[in-house]
């Protein structure tokens, strides 16, 4: 096996019914209250029926918390606004969405976020290819360092090379969907086509 990608609303996702047919009991458990909560089950649901897990097992989770499980394929679980990606791979996989929208102070986020080499390169980009760019460049960190199982706090500490937007040994991808771009990491190449098999919007 692959690759494999699943891309949907967590509307859609989220409710009680979905959850009880696909997770198990003790992973319910864990879920959080408030305002978390079904962007939280949106994500498991939909990564137990990328891999037809019905009763999804409780999950662990790692140094940063990235989750994970020992008899379950190499996962990561993004989401964005209103929508959850889930990316499966033999090996350890990263993955990043955000919704393609204005953000104000792009420039200053960049120049502080990024190797100087990127933010020069992003800063002389004409202004309408700025934004665009800068999504580009935000989910590629982010996709790395999720492959990393490591945190935002720490996207300053990468030198990513403008060339591949990835470290050495790693490859990376970027597609949209619902003008949703979706940065995926891993430490194989990705094929030419790749998109989601699976999609609940």
Known sequence: MGYRLAFGSVARLSDNEQAA???SPELIATAPDGKRRPVWLAGRILLAMLLEEEALPK???GPHGKPYH???PHFNISNSATSVAVLVGKEAVGCDIE???PRKRFLAVA???FAPALYAWLAALPSDEQLPAFWTLWTA????LKQQGGTVWQMDSLRL???TLCPPG???THLTVHNTLIACCGTKSFPAQFSPELELC
């Open 161 to 163: 090379p403008l060339e």
């Open 99 to 101: 919704l393609l929208r």
């Open 141 to 144: 960190h982010e996709a790395v």
């Open 170 to 172: 790693r490859h990376l």
């Open 70 to 72: 020992p008899q379950l």
């Open 59 to 61: 999950l662990a989770a």
């Open 21 to 23: 047919r696909w997770l």
């Open 111 to 113: 120049q502080h976020s």
